[in-house]
């Protein structure tokens, strides 16, 4: 049973409930029994209702598995920054950048001028010779 289904059998088994209330007062002569079992059965169909809706347009709206892993050549070159999320778009739009945010840009800027050759990310950074100490120690070793 996938969760979708789970849902659903949970919120048909609030109803089940209910039916069962309301039998129960029907048989001991309980108005309230009743009345509350009816309440509950409504509630779990109202819901089991909902939530079929929700999930039946989910499937709509959700596209096909192998269409989202297709990467476009766009998609495949990696700048090295994350993609925004929708949420993370709509609050740049409202609150512009944060203190915090821009003093961060400032402070990467600063070592991207400090380090030119680190600002490229796809080209590993320059390797300087390092001298071979062993010569350099014993000079008579090479006699």
């Known amino acids: 049973m996938n ?3 789970k849902v659903l059998f949970t919120q048909l088994q609030i109803a089940s409930v209910g039916v069962l ?3 129960f007062g029907w048989m001991w ?3 309230w029994l009743k009345v509350f079992g009816v309440c509950i059965f409504v509630y ?3 819901r089991a209702w909902i939530f079929s ?3 039946s347009q ?3 709206n959700e596209e096909p598995m192998d269409l989202s892993l297709d990467l476009s050549p766009e998609d495949e070159e990696d700048s090295g920054e994350y993609p925004m999320d929708e949420w ?3 609050f740049m739009r409202r609150f512009g950048q944060s203190k915090m ?3 961060m840009e400032a402070e990467l800027d600063e070592k991207k001028a400090k380090h030119p050759d680190s600002s490229r990310p796809g080209q590993p950074p320059k390797q300087t010779k390092t001298p071979d100490l062993n010569s350099s120690q014993n000079p008579s070793s090479k006699s």
Do not use: H, K, N
Request: charged share 30%; aromatic share 0%.
């Open 3 to 5: 969760p979708r289904q």
């Open 53 to 55: 809706r929700v999930i």
């Open 58 to 60: 989910q499937d709509e």
């Open 88 to 90: 993370e778009e709509a």
């Open 21 to 23: 209330l309301a039998a």
């Open 44 to 46: 779990g169909l109202l």
């Open 101 to 103: 945010m821009q003093a």
């Open 29 to 31: 002569s309980e108005t």
